[in-house]
């Protein structure tokens, strides 16, 4: 096994157009691939192009190979699938003033597909490959355990801390960690002082929008100065900042499902469409981070059950889920009642 850098490498590369490798198979992010990268990549042979499991269940290739595709789906690449037309078979937002794509012929995906379409989430990208190709002589060479080792089982120091008064709470200290392969740097702002019960504990996920914008689209920027009214109230606790743009497929791939919701689709059919799971973050992060705060122990600010499942399973004891519920406008009702009928939120 090669590593977290090699991973942090590899989705480095793929942001700037650059060849990986994943178990011995090429990729090129379709994304961020130009002409003259493709023709070298497709040397001598064309590559075919590899898509995730939601986005060929969008476009209609589900029983090709099995009835609902879990995983990633190749597609042969024949002459007219050139790069403009793999954009547009990855990118979702001409999909309804273009609904026919195809015909397509789907071939078996490689060892390392799954890893792969990981890495393009990691890299904030499309999930869509060119696969098979030929990598360049710089190209980051991975195995598969290497992307699922820095995803489910990351390493995370503390780079620095420091005082930060806030309005909520003048005994607060920030604490900034670093994680082994990942470029999101996590924030941890710890409240008060230990009292000898378990901290009352909020994951936050970054929201640009909502956190900084005062987007009405979402009731983040609302939770968050809850969150921290709850745990300087309670006297003792941590909100933890995860850099988990958009459920974990970045701001612009949220944005690209704000776009998809314009059109009418809900919150998680917009995730679906793009290629993404409803939900992809991974909550083994926030447990390390409370490990390295010492606390194997929380009592949990949150209406979503995954959050407490994600912890429980990262091997962080949940003693009790708090509710939070704030910012309820009519412009997010809908997104709302959506986490609730099919996210599975309490509230
Ligand atoms: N993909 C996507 N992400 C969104 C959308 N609206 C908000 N988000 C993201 O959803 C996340 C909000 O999650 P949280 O408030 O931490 O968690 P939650 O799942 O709502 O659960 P609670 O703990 O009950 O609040 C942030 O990362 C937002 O950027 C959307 O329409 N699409
Ligand atoms: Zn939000």
Redesign the pocket.
């Known amino acids: 096994m090669t590593g977290g850098r090699d991973v942090a490498r590899a989705i480095d590369a793929l942001r700037r157009g650059w060849t990986v490798t994943v178990d011995g198979t090429a990729y090129l992010g379709v994304e961020t691939a130009d002409d003259a990268a493709l023709a070298v990549f497709d040397a001598p042979g064309r590559a075919d192009l590899l898509i995730s499991g939601p986005r060929a269940v969008t476009l209609k290739l589900a029983n090709q190979r099995e009835a609902v595709p879990t995983g990633p789906v190749l597609i042969e690449r024949t002459s007219w699938i050139d790069l403009a037309e793999a954009v547009a078979i990855a990118d979702p937002a001409r999909d309804l003033s273009n609904p026919l794509k195809g015909p397509f012929r789907a071939g078996a995906a490689p060892s390392g597909a799954e890893a792969a379409i990981q890495l393009t989430r990691l890299a904030g990208l499309l999930p869509a490959l060119f696969a098979g190709g030929t990598p360049g002589a710089d190209a980051v060479h991975l195995l598969s355990g290497d992307i699922f080792f820095t995803v489910d089982q990351p390493s995370v120091s503390v780079a620095s801390r420091a005082r930060l008064p806030i309005e909520q709470a003048e005994k607060a200290e920030i604490v900034a960690f670093r994680t082994l392969g990942d470029p999101a740097e996590h924030v941890a702002l710890v409240i008060g002082q230990p009292t000898g019960v378990p901290p009352l504990v909020r ?5 640009l ?2 956190d900084v914008l005062g987007s009405l ?4 920027g609302p ?1 968050l100065d809850g969150a921290l009214e709850a745990i300087a109230e309670a006297g003792w606790g941590i909100l933890l900042y995860l850099r ?4 974990g ?1 970045g701001l612009i ?2 944005l690209r ?2 776009a998809l ?1 314009d059109q009418g689709f809900d ?1 998680v059919d ?2 679906l469409r793009l290629g993404f799971g409803d ?1 992809e973050r991974r909550f083994a992060v926030a447990a390390r981070m409370l490990e390295a705060l010492g606390q194997p122990e929380v009592r949990l600010l ?3 059950p995954r ?1 407490v499942a994600g912890l429980e399973a990262a091997g962080i004891h949940v003693r009790e889920r708090v509710p ?1 519920q704030r910012g309820l406008n009519p412009h997010n009702r809908a ?1 709302l009642d959506t ?1 609730r009928t099919r996210s599975g ?1 309490a509230l």
């Not at 689209?217 to 983040?220: G, V």
């Not at 988990?244 to 459920?247: A, V």
């Open positions: 994951l936050h996920s970054e929201c929008t909502g689209k979402c009731d983040c939770q988990q743009e958009g459920r497929i791939n949220k499902a704000y919701q919150t917009a995730n939900d949150t209406n979503n959050k939070l997104y986490k939120h």
